[in-house]
Every structure is written in C-alpha cells, then in structure tokens.
C-alpha cells in the first residue's frame, strides 16, 4: 500500500509541477529561516561546561561606599578588589578556587617580530582543573607557583601550532610584552560559548579561545593587565594590588549543597568583620551558580532569541500557505477522488494518499530548507559578531531540520487530506 | 456587496486561509519593520561634526599609571605641529568614540528627566566644526579639568563647586524648554543624593551632534548630547579629535599617526594600542553590526512578501477555478469584465482588511509579549499603518492575475455544463 501511494503522490505532484514547487519552495523558506537562527541561538545559549555548571559559583560582595545603598535591592559588583580577593583566596574554603582577570597580550618567540595579539587570562593554579580545561602536551601551574610569582604560562593550540609547529613547547619560553614566560602546558582546542569567566572583564563574550594563561600575581609584576573595572573612593589608581576599584573575578567549585551553605555564611561573616573594621558598608552577598549568573548577566544577545521567534512565526505563515496550496491542489482533484471512492476506496485509504503526498513535500521542502539553512548559516559567518565563525550546522540540526520539515508538512496536510476524503463519490462522478 | 459576501459565506475555508496568512504576516512584518527601524534611526541621523575633515585618536591608555594634565595638553601641541591641522582637542567621549562614555542626567525647570551623553575638551565646538544656533561657546576661563579614573587631587576633581556651563543640541533644547529660548536656562542633575552637583546654566545652543552611545540613539534620542566647559586633567585614558584641512587630509592621516606614535609611543597599557582613524571609518565600524542585521531583516521582509503573495495568488486562483460557471452566468446576465474584476478586488480587501485588524492585534500582543521578556520599547502605533498598507498592496498584487483571469471568463461558459 505504501508504494501505491508512493506512486500515486510522485504522479499527482509531477501533474502540477509549479505547484509542487511554490509548496515547496515555502516550505523550504520558512525551514530555512527558522533552522538557521535556532541553530545560533541554541549555540549562544547553550551550557559551556555540561555536567559541571551546577557546582560553579561565583562569590560576590560589595565593597563600594554607603552612598546610594539600598539593602537587599543593591546588586553586589560582578567584580572583587585585589584586596577582598586575596583573602577569600586565602582562606581556602571552596574545593576548587580560581582568581581570573582579562588582558590583551601579544605573544612572541623572540623581541622584534610582531607578536600574535590574543586574550590572555590572568589567573590562579585551579583555573584548569576547575573548569575542565584540556590538555594536549604538559599541565596547568601549581599553588606554588602563584606564591612564588613564577613566569610561567599555559599557551591554546593555536599559539602553539603558530610558534611551534604544534610540537611539544613545553620547557621553552615565550616573550609577552618584554618578559619571558616559560610554558609549562599546551591547551588543546577549548573556547567555553559563552565565555562565562570573561565575557564582563573585557566584554569578549564569543569566540575561538583565550590564547594565553598567566599566573595572576606573575602577570602583574610584568605589567600587564590589572585595568580598573569598578572605582570607588579617592585612593591611588596606579598600583592594581592597592586601587579602590573591583576588577577580579573569582569562582569556587562547592560539590555539595552543605559545602554551599557554608560558603555563604563565609562570605556573610568575611563582609560582617569588614564592617566592623569599618572597611565595608554595605551588607548584601551573592553567590550566583554558573546558570544563575549567566541568566543573570544576559550572557545571550536578546537579539539572537527574538530572530529565533520571529523565525518560527514565519515558518507559521508558511505552513499556513502549504496547507491552502495543498488544499487548492486536493478539491481540483475531487473527480479523481470521486472515482477512486467509486472504485472502492476508503476514506482512511484517500486520507493516506494526501498524507503521503504532504510528507514528500515535507522531504523535499527539508532537503532544500537544508540548503537554505547552510546558506543562512554561511550569511552568518559573514557578519561581524563575535560568535560568526562559530555558527555551524551540527548533526543533532541536521536531523531537526527533517523532523521539523515532516512534522510540518504532515500538520498542512491534515485539513486538505480530511476534506479529501469526505469528496462524496456519487456527485463527483455525475459533474464529471 | 451581497454578491461579494454570499460566496465567502458558503465557502468559508478559501478566505479564512488567506485571512490567517495574512494576520500572522502582517503581525510578523510590523514587529520586523519595528526592529529594523530601530537598527536604521541612529545611521540617519545627521552628526552635526565636520564628517568628512576629522581624525578621531584614542584607546591611548596608560600603564599602571595616569596621563597628566601636562602631557594631554603637550599631544593637543605636537597634533596641532602636524602639517595640514586645523585643530586638536583633548577629549573624553568624543564621536564614534564608545569605548567611555559619560552619561549625565538632565532635569529642566518643569520637565522630566533625561539621560544625555557628556562630551567635553578644549574648543569642542571649533575642532569638532559644530554649527551654533544660539548662545555662545564657553569662555577659556570655564574650562575646569576632569580626567577618567583618576579621582585624586584638585587637578581632575568632578565636583566643580560651582554651576557650569553647559552646551545643548537643538533637540534638547526642544525637549526640555519647549518654546522657550534655551540660552541662559537652568538644569540640573534629578539625584538629591549627588553632592557634586551644583547646576548647569545653558550657554550655547548647536544644531546637531550626535551621541556616542548610539544604542541609545533611537526614538528620537539621537541628539541627546551636550558639552561641558572640562578639559582633560590627569586621567588613565586619553582621546584626541583633530580637525583636518580638506585638501591636505591623507598627509596629515599620515602626520597624525606619526605624531601620536611620536608623541605616546611605547607609554600605552599592555595591549591597547592607540588608534589613529578617520570619522568615516569610525562610522563604518560603529555601523557593521546595525547594517548586518538590516540586510538580514530586510531578507526575512522579502520573504514574508515572497511566500504571503505566493499564497494568495495560489489560493484565489483556485478559487476563480471554482467559480468559473458562476462567472459565466453573470457576465451572460450583463455583468461587464471591469464588474467582474473589481468584485474580485473588493473581496481580497475585505479579506486582507479583516486580516490586517486581526494581524494588528496580534502585533501588539506579540510586542507586549517580548517586552515582558526582553527590554524591548513599546511598538510606536504608527508602524501598523506600514505593515497595514504592505499587506494591502501584497493582497492586491496577488489577486490581480487570478481577478483578470476570472474577468476573462467568457459568459457562453454559463451555457456550458462543467
């Protein structure tokens, strides 16, 4: 029966070829467009670290004057000072605790070339087991090396591939900005989207990968980085480890709902002391996990959602025109319907044909809404936000991009398929 | 008109598909003309700066340490040393430039508050090329310093202790004094709590300058800009704006660059190099994005006409089909082809028309809707006349063939049995 009908669909949709092509051709539109900006937008809004973003919080309190204070209403800074940042550091209290501060670096083999500009993080020896950072050659720093100010540095891939061939770098050296940091581990390729550690220190918050880590305290003493964020009261800006300004981020990994309500009484009763030595006025903690904070921040562009419905409510018109075209194409055929009925057809068998007939348009309309998708898709690596060279076509899309296709068509096809088979044979027949 | 409503009557479906493509079309397009006018409004808008003649320097920042007064005044020197300048000013957020900006809350006598973006340095006015509608430029002896970042000590102190003299653009003067004449008017800043406030008098009037934060430059809030009487004191960041001679302005692109690697040279923050760019190339970059998602609105516009037009020319010619004995029989009773086509005609608007009413509301509730999630601001009414008449057009468009066939129907088919 399958083929039969297979047969029949094939037939009925050569029969009236520019029809099949405008349905089609709709269909394929609206698939087009809604795969493509459902594809950036999942890509935008999707986890950086899956399994992991439960156990990632990202401490904060509020250092600033009581000026304009309003408690429990006033945000604590998404930033610490050196000062509070040290101390929380200090007291180890987290499983896993990572300072992290933001940089444009230019790295280079040797003095006199022009360097290779990147992001370079500057941070503490945690960073790489705490956010799951892979390795292909070496490791991160160790503990140690932050107290001890050591030069070293964790190179991505693609500084090492530039400067080395992608051989094993590590033990050898390379410049960044007058002083030699020797490099105790290669990354492999690791861009988190978003970059949820970086994104509100310098605003990148798409892209291929950081290209250098740095210890923080080695970093400073060459310096580099240590730009204020967030300033207060009239102290000296000069030195980043003395400024009245929240310029650090700072994440724990808390692995137990326990260990979470201890830390925030470690940050209640950290502000209770500042207060009391009059260092603090303000009261109010935060201790946001990673989905709370980038929900929180607004990590993804609202743009990118809004596309991704404005999208969809065109794949509606479109569906809304296949199912008049469709509906068009059926009631033209009520002879043929009508003989058919005569011949012995059930309704359940006309109703099947005109399914049949909408689901091949649905392929079809999926195969070319692929086309139109990638073409999409390749308008958007084009354009000049951060996260272009990302937007790709993965198999998990692929596949959606059928089941939306089917689904849609075989919904347009409902109506005309029904009134197809209520076409009462008799009247049909006696017209024709 | 029975003759017209009568078939829609007994055959419902055909004109409810229509109807509903043409509502959800009409609500889409509306919402998309929206955002593409708020893409398309900051891009219109004039500058008010001499666009063609002026050279925009900044991202000079300095290295664990702040730029002093004495060393921003001895760039404006080495600028204005280059061949074919003008002027140079030390500046903080001048055009194009967004890297800082300053926004300042203004309240007049009566009116509500807005938020403005400050701009200020040296004779703006001359160096940017301003065109001044009233008042007067600041006096030299207005000027007071300031600096970003860098709070400590008289030298770049906010707090001025006394009132200041402000510049506006003719649109503030519009918004905030109405007929009045701005020059000489009051404003101040609408916190209680801001000890540094001590008022700005209105001094000058220019007739455009555009904001640096051109996100904000939407909903008529693109001249949303004044001057403030400040020249730059120590500060973490330097800006410079250098007013060119037109036949001289490749060479001293070349002298500007030259002089501020000269003049700043390996002084800058790890990484932020100093950028030396025209007005029109700060522009283009300032716009990439907004163009970007122009073309890619006006993609989705093309289609949503493309695939609406295709469904009524689809749906009505089918319908003409059905009706073609119908046809005959008038046209046989007397009704002439021009009856014929208009009917037709009249019918698509009433249709469309209903759609359109329904699409409106929808648009309104789909804005509501993304308001709710998204800062987004309110849909102005005066887009759904736009999409009203878009889809009209569309409708008319697309039953125009299907209405000349119909009118085409020869009355002997009346005769006929089909």
């Given at each position: ?370 086309l139109f998708a990638e073409l999409g898709l390749w308008g958007t690596r084009h354009q000049p936000a951060e996260y272009a060279s990302l937007a790709r076509l993965d198999p998990k899309m692929f596949l959606l991009t059928f089941v939306v296709a089917l689904a849609a068509s075989l919904l347009a096809g409902l109506l005309p398929s029904w009134r197809a088979s209520g076409v009462a044979p008799a009247s ?5 | ?155 770049s102190d906010w707090d001025t202790g006394v009132t200041q003299p402000v510049i506006i653009t003719q649109a503030l003067a519009d918004k905030l004094f109405g007929a009045t004449p701005a020059v000489g008017q009051w404003l101040h800043d609408p916190d209680p709590n801001d000890k540094s406030d001590h008022g700005y008098q209105v001094v000058g009037v220019v007739k455009h300058l555009l904001r640096n ?206």
């Amino acid at each position: 029966m399958f083929g039969y009908y297979l047969d029949l669909a094939v037939r009925s949709l050569k029969h009236n070829k520019v029809l099949t092509l405008l349905m089609v051709l709709t269909l394929a539109l609206g698939i087009g467009a809604s795969i493509t900006t459902l594809t950036v937008a999942t890509l935008l809004s999707g986890n950086p670290l899956p399994g992991k973003s439960g156990r990632l919080f990202h401490p904060q309190i509020d250092p600033f004057p009581q000026d304009g204070y309003v408690s429990g209403q006033t945000q604590p800074p998404f930033t610490l000072t050196y000062r509070d940042a040290m101390n929380l550091l200090q007291l180890h209290r987290a499983d896993r605790q990572a300072l992290v501060s933001a940089a444009t670096v230019g790295v280079t083999k040797s003095d006199g070339v022009e360097p290779i500009w990147g992001n370079g993080v500057l941070t503490t020896a945690d960073f790489f087991p705490m956010f799951d950072s892979p390795f292909q050659f070496g490791a991160g720093w160790n503990v140690g090396d932050d107290a001890a100010h050591q030069r070293v540095v964790v190179i991505a891939g693609y500084i090492n591939d530039q400067l080395f061939g992608g051989a094993d770098s590590v033990g050898r050296s390379v410049r960044i900005h007058g002083h030699d940091f020797r490099i105790v581990g290669v990354l492999k390729h690791w861009a988190p989207q978003p970059r949820f550690y970086g994104a509100e220190l310098d605003g990148h918050t798409f892209g291929d990968g950081d290209a250098v880590f740095m210890p923080l305290e080695a970093a400073l003493d060459a310096g580099i980085g240590g730009m204020p964020g967030q300033c207060f009261g009239t102290g000296d800006q000069r030195d980043p480890r003395a400024m009245p300004c929240t310029w650090l981020g700072f994440w724990v990994e808390l692995d137990s709902a326990e260990a979470v309500a201890h830390y925030r009484n470690l940050l209640d009763g950290y502000v209770r002391d500042q207060i009391k030595q009059g260092q603090f006025y303000r009261s109010d903690t935060a201790l946001p996990d990673l989905t709370q904070l980038m929900h929180r921040e607004e990590l993804v562009p609202h743009s990118v959602k809004l596309k991704a419905g404005l999208a969809f409510g065109f794949l509606l018109v479109c569906v809304v025109n296949t199912v008049g075209l469709l509906l068009a194409k059926c009631l033209r055929r009520s002879q043929e319907i009508g003989v058919r009925r005569a011949l012995g057809a059930t309704r359940g068998h006309i109703f099947a044909q005109f399914m049949m007939e909408a689901a091949l348009i649905g392929v079809a309309g999926g195969v070319l809404g692929l086309l139109f998708a990638e073409l999409g898709l390749w308008g958007t690596r084009h354009q000049p936000a951060e996260y272009a060279s990302l937007a790709r076509l993965d198999p998990k899309m692929f596949l959606l991009t059928f089941v939306v296709a089917l689904a849609a068509s075989l919904l347009a096809g409902l109506l005309p398929s029904w009134r197809a088979s209520g076409v009462a044979p008799a009247s049909q027949i006696k017209a024709g | 008109m029975r003759i017209i409503l009568a078939p829609m009557r007994r055959h419902s479906l055909m004109p409810a598909l229509v109807l509903l493509q043409v509502a959800l079309a009409c609500a889409i397009l509306c919402n998309v003309f929206f955002l593409a006018w708020q893409r398309l409004e900051p891009m219109l808008a004039p500058s008010g700066v001499d666009a063609d003649n002026l050279i925009l320097v900044d991202n000079l920042a300095a290295q664990g340490r702040t730029y002093t007064a004495a060393e921003s005044v001895a760039g404006e020197d080495a600028l204005r040393a280059v061949p074919g300048v003008r002027a140079a000013s030390s500046g903080f957020g001048l055009p194009m430039v967004s890297i800082a900006s300053l926004m300042v809350n203004l309240q007049g006598a009566t009116h509500a508050a807005v938020g403005v973006n400050a701009f200020f340095g040296k004779n703006l006015v001359q160096t940017l090329g301003l065109e001044m509608v009233a008042g007067r430029d600041f006096l030299p002896s207005e000027y007071r310093p300031w600096g970003l970042g860098a709070s400590n000590g008289p030298d770049s102190d906010w707090d001025t202790g006394v009132t200041q003299p402000v510049i506006i653009t003719q649109a503030l003067a519009d918004k905030l004094f109405g007929a009045t004449p701005a020059v000489g008017q009051w404003l101040h800043d609408p916190d209680p709590n801001d000890k540094s406030d001590h008022g700005y008098q209105v001094v000058g009037v220019v007739k455009h300058l555009l904001r640096n934060e051109l996100g904000l430059a939407t909903d008529g809030r693109a001249d949303y800009t004044v001057l403030l009487a400040r020249n730059i004191g120590n500060t973490a960041m330097l800006s410079y704006a250098v007013r060119v001679d037109p036949a001289m302005r490749d060479i001293a692109l070349q002298g500007v660059k030259n002089a501020i690697k000269r003049q700043f040279g390996g002084a800058t923050a790890g990484g932020a190099r100093a950028r030396v760019q025209t007005y029109v190339q700060k522009r283009n970059d300032a716009f990439k994005n907004a163009r970007a998602a122009l073309w890619l609105l006006l993609g989705m516009v093309l289609a949503i006409v493309i695939v609406t037009l295709v469904g009524i020319m689809g749906l009505t010619g089918f319908w003409v089909q059905r009706r073609t004995r119908q046809i005959g029989i008038r046209r046989a009773l007397g009704a002439r082809r021009a009856h014929i086509l208009r009917d037709f005609l009249v019918e698509n608007l009433l249709i469309v028309g209903t759609g359109i009413i329904i699409g409106m509301v929808l648009a309104y509730a789909g804005n509501i809707l993304l308001m709710h999630y998204y800062e987004l601001p309110h849909l102005p009414w005066t887009y759904l006349p736009v999409g009203a008449a878009v889809m009209l057009a569309i409708g008319q468009a697309g039953v125009l063939a299907p209405a000349m066939r119909a009118a085409a129907v020869p009355p002997v088919v009346a005769t006929r049995s089909v």
